[in-house]
């Protein structure tokens, strides 16, 4: 029995040993076999999607795709023989310098993978290197698209695209990401990346050893199909934000519009800002066009609209109004405030006011006195009490009930919160104590350490429109056709009653027609609205509005910034009042105010009165050395002749 066994494992070793050795014959001493195998490479071809396309709320294009070409290289594959470098290096319009440079740089990121050799050309350029290129073992040519902008519009809000770095590459866990792939950097195209880049498709083609396509491999079942990026139907009024930035030309600043019945936003302009079709393209010119807008002191990459944080000015005294209002501080009839001009400047107005009369005259020492009113302080002269410190952080609760010091949640990248003041901010402030509501009491007029950015004003002035409540500010109305994402269908109410919130609206209404924004009255509509000045410690003050119309069904809630303008009722006002005649109206009536807004150059304005500042400094740093040296030569002369007298 165990002979036969033994026999058994016998015949199956000499069997598998046989069988092992026929197929070494075949895989590695074959002629046959090799040159069959050789006869076809499987090349896997990676084809991409269409980035999504992004329309406006009517259906105006805002976002496509423009084809361009990619010539891609595998080290381990590519093969140049000496005499081929320069034919090959004038077919890709580089220098010899410039040819080794890229295969190095190749080798540097993969041996295996492949990566790009010679970057986005254009159909033109394609055509004529095609059938070329096929002649080099290694290279190959992949088909892309990059972005166009077709309206050159919204450039902050819709951001941009730019090639994945080696470090992102190296961090992309998930490994989607190729060398030459495009992902958004700002704006929509960066928070809806992953809608709007859709899913890769692989294709498996054969190829004989000159690189002629025999066909599909397995008749192309292994293949799968690229998946077109999600459309995306922005809330952008395309004909607003063209009208918003023409009135903007010249200007630094930013204008937010919001739909105050969705939250929608209808226009965001930053200014000043740029064509964003300039941040599209081929890798040294747009690293130029980007270095150069980098270094633009003017910022224009920067969105004002949602990243400059702002002191909101007198715009800040509706808030103040309506957490009086619902606290029981104050109330709509009874309470009334002398015009006390010894506590801070104020407007020549009528005195005492009701809270409706100090919104419609922006009256400043009647918010001083209410913020006493609402923080209660029982410390000693040189001390904080613990009962200033919990009223001042239950009225920081009140304020971020209506959007401030917080985010909002916007679908855009890089929002700021804004700056609402607490207790422990004024005690690392003053080093842990010794702050009074005298040492604070500009927060009351939204000065001091209160921030906002303008998107936060727009959204206040939906609140005050829909009479207490919002929803989320969003950008995008629907992805792919099936709506906003579900955060934006969220209704958000604040801690006040409807009817307080009507009464500030009431006296709002009144601002154009008899108040601080008389340049902003329409006889075609009911704007309301509140303006601002933001004392400005590094130039002239900025020009601040925050509204809604009309009064009643409102369709439009906007903030206009304009930085280094003045009062509030000069220039914010007049293009605020502009953008909702142009929404609610369809049309504008008022071309003189046009011309008003476009006829000065604030820009230019603002450096000059800052070159002015310059040459002043410089003129009164000299005087003061021609008087130092004056002072030196007379005690000079003082000294020699107390010696000279000494010596006598």
């Not at 006040?496 to 500030?504: F, G, L, R, T």
């Not at 003045?566 to 049309?587: D, R």
Request: with cysteine.
């Amino acid at each position: 029995m165990e002979v036969r066994r033994w026999h058994i494992i016998i015949g199956f070793t000499i069997l598998f040993v046989t069988y092992a050795l026929v197929l070494l014959n075949i895989q590695v001493f074959s002629k046959n076999y090799k040159m069959r195998a050789e006869a076809n490479i499987v090349e896997r071809v990676v084809e991409y999607p269409l980035r999504g396309m992004i329309y406006d709320r009517n259906g105006k294009l805002l976002a496509s795709n423009a084809a361009v070409f990619d010539v891609m290289i595998v080290p381990k594959v590519f093969k140049l023989a000496p005499q081929d470098s320069i034919e090959l290096a004038g077919m890709l319009d580089y220098t010899m310098e410039e040819l080794r440079y890229n295969i190095k740089k190749a080798k540097g990121y993969s041996w295996y993978k492949p990566s790009v050799f010679k970057k986005q050309l254009i159909e033109s350029e394609y055509a004529r290197i095609q059938d070329k290129i096929i002649r080099y073992k290694g290279l190959s040519i992949q088909a892309r698209t990059i972005r166009s902008y077709p309206h050159k519009s919204l450039a902050n809000a819709l951001g941009y695209v730019k090639e994945v770095t080696r470090d992102f590459l190296k961090k992309d866990t998930a490994n989607y990401y190729q060398s030459g792939d495009l992902i958004g950097k700002s704006g929509v195209e960066k928070f809806y990346e992953k809608e709007l880049r859709g899913q890769r498709g692989v294709s498996y083609i054969m190829k004989n050893v000159k690189g002629v396509t025999k066909g599909k491999f397995e008749d192309g079942k292994l293949d799968t199909i690229p998946q077109v990026g999600a459309t995306l139907t922005s809330s952008i009024d395309l004909d607003l934000q063209a009208y918003g930035e023409l009135l903007m030309k010249d200007k630094k600043g930013a204008i937010v519009a919001i739909d105050p019945s969705t939250g929608e936003i209808l226009a965001m302009i930053s200014a000043p800002s740029y064509d964003p079709n300039e941040l599209t393209g081929e890798g040294k010119r747009l690293s130029k066009r980007y270095g150069d807008l980098s270094r633009d002191t003017n910022k224009p990459l920067f969105n004002r609209a949602m990243q400059s944080r702002y002191p909101p000015g007198s715009t800040f005294k509706t808030v103040m109004a309506m957490i009086g209002l619902q606290t029981g501080a104050i109330d709509t009839l009874t309470t009334y405030f002398s015009c006390n001009k010894r506590l801070v400047g104020c407007h020549n107005h009528d005195s005492p006011l009701n809270v409706k009369g100090s919104i419609i005259n922006s009256c400043n020492p009647w918010y001083y006195q209410e913020i006493r009113r609402m923080l209660n302080d029982e410390g000693k002269r040189y001390e904080t009490s613990d009962l200033l410190r919990k009223t001042l952080d239950e009225w920081k609760i009140d304020v971020q009930g209506y959007g401030l010091g917080r985010k909002l949640g916007v679908d855009m990248p890089y929002e700021k919160g804004g700056l609402v003041p607490s207790s422990k901010l004024y005690d690392r402030i003053y080093k842990g104590g010794g702050w009074k509501i005298s040492t604070i009491h500009s927060i009351s007029i939204g000065q001091g350490e209160v921030l906002a950015m303008p998107i936060q004003l727009a959204n206040l002035g939906a609140i005050i429109a829909n009479r207490g409540y919002y929803y989320s500010p969003h950008i995008i109305k629907s992805v792919g056709g099936q709506g906003p994402l579900k955060q934006y269908k969220e209704k958000h109410k604040v801690d006040v009653k409807p009817e307080y919130v009507d009464h500030i609206a009431r006296g709002m209404a009144d601002v154009p027609r008899i108040g601080t924004a008389r340049r902003a009255y329409s006889p075609d509509i009911v704007i309301c609205g509140k303006t601002g000045t933001a004392q400005n410690p590094h130039g002239e003050d900025h020009s601040i509005f925050m509204g809604f119309a009309p009064l009643y069904n409102p369709k439009i809630a906007i903030a206009v910034y304009v930085e280094n303008a003045g009062f509030g009722g000069t220039w914010a006002a007049p293009i605020a009042s502009l953008m909702m005649e142009k929404y609610v109206n369809g049309v504008v009536k008022r071309p003189y105010l046009e011309k008003y807004v476009n006829s000065v150059n604030l820009i230019q304005r603002e450096k000059e009165r800052k070159e002015k500042e310059r040459i002043l400094k410089e003129r009164r740093e000299k005087a003061k050395e021609r008087l130092k040296a004056q002072q030196r030569l007379r005690q000079k002369r003082d000294s020699i002749a107390v010696t000279t007298s000494s010596e006598s």
